[in-house]
């Protein structure tokens, strides 16, 4: 390109240009300098405009030039335009700044306001002191389990029908299928039983309550997050009897003495004999009503004796030791006991049903 | 399972009502979901046949519909839309009582009188059908006027909706259960008739192999010849109406009857369909393809995503090896018997299952067969199950053949476990001591084999029960077998008792304390949820997630890391409602991906647990957010030091973050530090203005928040450290002093107020009242002005002795880079 061309000195024009928007410090003078810049009457559409000039041979470079160089331009004054904001919020943030430190604590007037603890967790806490009551002690345990201790330790070998008696969340990690959002406490189980037989002393007599998680689409009776409680009991000479001496004393202690409680056969991979176990109706008291399906028995949960295959998992001697496991949905007693007609309203965190609850 | 009473009756004599039926199903682990009584209030309905239908003007769900029920046209206004003129429909005339006392009677519907109802199958509650009348040309050569209970043969029934559980195959059959309840109520049972088979030998015009051995542990394969396909007769269809399932035509409604009241999956095809009238069992190899009967085709042998899944399909392939199904789970759709057959060529089979598990699941196909085949189905059934066929099938060709010998092969079959029991064994596990006598006869009223030994007996379960293990557990489910036919209600009960006491750990009990505290002070809790979706995520984190492979919604696909997020949402919500004037906290877990976390955890899992597993670190946070219209970062400083003050910890201060914590204000916050530990408690502050505006609060509103570890709170040492032996307060007065610093802006008040604190025993206590910046104080620096009480145990302190302390006080403050501030 001659000397000649408009175009000659494109590149210290630009930098003249990029120069003048980084020395703008206010979106005002931006917006003035923009027009200036890009506009119809800029210093780049007036360099277009020559373009006319250039030899036809040479016209398609010094156009593609140009448009190098506006494009710079027009970059940098995007750049420029976030930088002042991003200089205008900080601004914002700094004449908010307030050093917690130097908060005059008793200066600070706080206004009393009437707190309510959750109807989920006061109702763990019931639960639990009903079978500390009994000589229980309670046992915490994750949520994100890997799959032998949700189902294989529980007698739920891989790809096992059983398996699809839950509906899991897979968390993304590992190996398909290897990491679950538990889908029950029962993995606390194993937990237990591996660090007590760890010990040396297998013995265990523990409540475990939990949040877990089953791939249900919410309605009114069912969330795909909720919460159960889950017992164990190993030790010598622990028989079917105990578990439903157990059930039938905790049913009595939180439901009131005329509530009652009855087994009957049911299948749990991880517990054999299993039942499940039913209350008297806490609607009717027994003498058959809608809740109840006229029946006066509502279920509640599951039991067994430890499956001879879960003690062998975690390696307790099953000769020497036996036990029994339950679990039932904390939710739901709290339902029960409310009778909350949608378990969505747990979640809903709705001031108005909070406070209710005190 | 829809258990049809009358069919039970075919194989027990049943003598107790329904509802003590229902107590005896429920007691033995048959769980009744519901009972259903057919047949009842509808013998006022009748047969009519549609003669014209016109539309309505000005209704487009309705028609007007003249129909003949042998006393010439009467005028129906119907909302159905299902048949034409010449159908034949049930119509309850006006007068009739529907099930559910529904009353039929005259209507007026846009000018015009409807004078009756046509049914549908479900409101004359003979199925669930409700997709329009129940047309009845479908199943009989229907005659106008005729009782309708006369014309399908409907006598009263009571239908039992019986849940099987899993570890209970036989019972997913009529005869499954009323073994069960002859075992329970001690009365024999009538075995069905069976046909026997005759003519000409099998083996001259069919074949059949076993080549997937494991697999396939049973095939039988039977020729039946001279059939004629036609609608079964009505009992027929009636028990397959009862039990839930459409009536088609008489060979398939056979090989339905057959599956129901024995158990035994089954599949007719149709002999001249069947290329040699040859069926071999074999494994897919990977290529290969089925269309199902549901008209989808499929890929075979390719290992699925689910653990332990190596991709083993097997396939019914015919003697030019083409696939005919997919085993156990769904058959092809181009062998089945048509109107045109005349000759069945019936495969009754055993399969492994965890084979058909896997493909039901590898392919997303769940069917009747393979949903029996999956739990177990007795491998001693085919042949029976194909007698029984035949005879079904000459309820409607009595002519038909079977010809002898039916080609009956066997290869894997499951070991029958032989399992020694004695009576200390039932009582050690039930705490019940049964007598031997008493356990075996109950054994054996469900086939088991008791033999009697020096130390017992030895029990084998029948072949219906493959879900009895061997050895020790196999013991445990033969003593429930026992129980449950003993009955668990007469099981006794005894409250065990052991030495430890019961109790919550120092942990558990500090969790309840915090919750109490943080509740006393004002907060409600809420519980909000544990997945979120990426730009929720992303509002405060960009970084590695936790996320869920098969999420419900989007928006539930990624595990928290913060509980900030959802007490915002949920407080916003409460804002729109007019509510927002609350504190709401949350105790829950928050998930950190492991390959950011430092504490993630290692545990195993895969197929046996051989897998090593990095886990995501679980950290418990008890997060408040405080949305009163007072609140913000400093009312959030009260309220977190006052929750410090309940838990016992009075030595913590407050810093600057050295980055901002996320979903705080990055000018507004401030770490809360166990002094002498170091140990970060939690964070200190207000709600990230971007977060607010994000969630849609309302601009200019200030939200407290505090956001504290859990871990920490409760770490074994910082508990320790702080409680201490309790101090009697000293009896001589204390002296009042002021003094103000010049304080530069790097030290923090709170660690120069812990300093002059701990400096010496007499002073009592130290407070900031004041902070000024203003010019005498120069850039970077602040006054900060603390009131101290000083009081010796020894006595009054003398003018000389405030002096000193003063002086010390003043020397400790230098140390920290503090002038005592000019006058």
Sequence with gaps: MSDSSPLANLDAQRDELIRQINEVADFATLRQLEALLVGKRSVLTNLQRTLGQIPETERKDAGALLQGARRHVEERFAARYSELEAIERSAKLESDRLDLGDVVAGAVRVPITVGHPNLVATTQRELEDVFVGMGFSVADGPEVESDWYNFEALNIPPAHPSRGMWDTFYVDLGEPETVVLRTHTSPTQIHLMEAAVRAGDPRVHAVMPGRCFRRDTPDARHLAAFHQIEGLVVDRGITFADLAGVIETFTRAYFGPSISSRLRPAFFPFTEPSAEFEITCTICQGSGCRTCSQTGWIELGGCGMLDPAVLEAVGIDGSEWSGFAFGFGIDRCAQMRHQIADMRALIENDARFLRQFS | ?823
């Design chain 2, 1 to 823: 399972m829809k258990i049809p009473l009358s069919w039970l009756r075919d194989f027990i004599e049943i003598t107790e009502t329904p509802e003590q039926l229902r107590e005896v199903f429920d007691d033995l682990g048959l769980v009744v979901e519901g009972v259903e009584f057919t047949g009842q209030d509808i013998g006022a309905v009748v047969v009519a046949k549609v003669l014209e239908i016109h539309p309505i003007d000005g209704a487009d769900r309705i028609r007007r519909v003249l129909i003949d029920a042998g006393e010439g046209p009467v005028e129906i206004v119907c909302g159905a839309m299902n048949f034409e003129v010449g159908h034949h429909v049930p119509f309850a005339p006006v007068g009739a009582v529907l099930p559910g006392d529904f009353a039929i009677a005259k209507r007026v519907m846009k000018g015009i009188t409807s004078n009756g109802m046509l049914c549908s199958a479900r409101e004359l509650r003979i199925s669930d059908d409700h997709g329009g009348l129940y047309i009845l040309d479908e199943l009989i050569s229907p005659v106008i006027g005729e009782r309708l209970v006369e014309a399908l043969g409907i006598t009263p029934d009571v239908i039992f909706d019986i849940s099987v559980e899993g570890n209970r195959p036989d019972a997913w059959s009529i005869e499954g259960v009323a073994r069960d309840l002859g075992a329970r109520l001690g009365r024999p049972l009538t075995a069905p008739t069976l046909a026997t088979p005759s003519g000409p030998a099998t083996a001259e015009v069919a074949a059949a192999s076993i080549t997937a051995t494991t697999e396939c542990g049973r095939l039988s394969v039977s020729v039946i010849e001279n059939i004629t396909v036609l609608p079964s007769p009505t009992w027929i269809q009636q028990r397959l109406i009862g039990a839930g399932m459409r009536p088609i035509s008489n060979v398939v409604d056979a090989s339905n009857y057959v599956m129901l009241e024995l158990g035994q999956p089954n599949h007719p095809y149709d002999g001249e369909k069947v290329a040699g009238r040859t069926l071999g069992v074999r494994h897919a190899v990977a290529g290969e393809s089925i269309k199902t009967l549901d008209g989808v085709v499929r890929e075979l042998a390719k290992p699925g995503r689910g653990l332990g899944d190596s991709g083993v399909d097997v396939v019914i392939v015919d003697g030019d090896d083409v696939i005919l199904g997919l085993a156990g789970v769904m058959g092809g759709d181009d062998s089945g018997v048509s109107s045109s057959t005349t000759e069945v060529l019936f495969e009754a089979a055993f399969f492994d299952p965890m084979t058909i598990a896997r493909s039901s699941k590898r392919h997303g196909v769940r069917s009747e067969a393979s949903a029996r085949f999956e739990r177990g189905v007795d491998p001693e059934l085919t042949l029976r199950a194909t007698a029984r066929f035949v005879q079904i099938l000459k309820e409607s060709c009595p002519d038909i053949v079977w010809r002898s010998s039916p080609l009956d092969l066997r290869a894997k079959l499951p070991e029958v476990p032989v399992i020694a029991l004695s009576e200390a064994d039932i009582e050690r596990t039930l705490g019940i001591r049964i007598p031997l006598e008493d356990a075996a006869e109950l054994l054996k009223a469900i086939n088991f084999s008791v033999v009697s030994t020096d130390t017992g007996v030895d029990v084998s379960p029948s072949s219906a029960r493959l879900d009895v293990r061997s050895g020790d557990a196999g013991r445990a489910d033969v003593i429930e077998e026992i129980a449950r036919l003993y009955s668990y209600l007469r099981l006794p009960r005894r409250v065990p008792t052991w030495e430890e006491p019961g109790g919550l750990s120092r942990q558990q009990q500090l969790r309840r304390h915090l919750r109490d505290v943080v509740v006393d002070f004002g907060a409600s809790e809420a519980w909000t949820p544990t997945l979120g979706s990426d730009s929720d995520f992303e509002l405060l984190d960009s970084g590695e997630r936790v996320r869920i492979t098969n999420p419900l919604a989007s928006e539930e696909s990624v595990l928290r890391n913060t509980l900030i997020t959802g007490l915002v949402r949920a407080w916003a919500r409460n804002v729109e409602r007019g509510n927002g004037d609350l504190v709401l906290s949350e105790l829950g877990n928050v998930f950190i991906h492991p390959s950011v976390s430092s504490q993630a955890r290692q545990t195993k899992g895969g197929v046996s647990g051989s897998v090593t597993l990095h886990l995501p670190e679980e950290k418990e946070h008890m997060t408040i957010l405080l949305g009163r219209v007072e609140d913000d970062a400093r009312t959030a400083v009260a309220y977190a030091m006052g929750v410090f003050a309940r838990l016992g910890l009075s030595d913590v201060v407050l810093r600057t973050p050295p980055q901002v914590p996320m979903g705080f204000h990055p000018t507004r916050v401030a770490e809360a530090i166990q002094r002498s530990t170091g140990a970060k408690l939690g964070v200190i502050g207000e709600v990230a203005p971007h977060l607010l505006g994000a969630l849609d609060v309302p601009a200019g509103r200030r939200v407290g928040l505090v956001d504290l570890d859990f871990a920490a709170l409760s770490h074994e040492e910082l508990t320790r450290r702080e409680s201490s032996e309790a101090r009697i307060p000293s009896r001589f007065p204390s002296a009042l002093i002021d003094l103000a610093f010049v304080v530069p802006d790097a030290v923090h008040a709170d660690d120069l107020r812990a300093a002059l604190q701990i400096s010496t025993a007499q002073v009592e206590s130290v407070h900031l009242f004041d902070v000024y910046r203003g010019t005498g104080q120069g850039e970077g620096r602040r006054s900060l002005a603390y009131a101290f009480r000083l009081n010796s145990e020894e006595g009054t302190l003398s003018d000389s002795d405030i002096a000193t302390l003063r002086e010390s006080l003043i020397a400790v403050a230098r140390g920290l880079g503090a002038e005592l501030r000019a006058q």
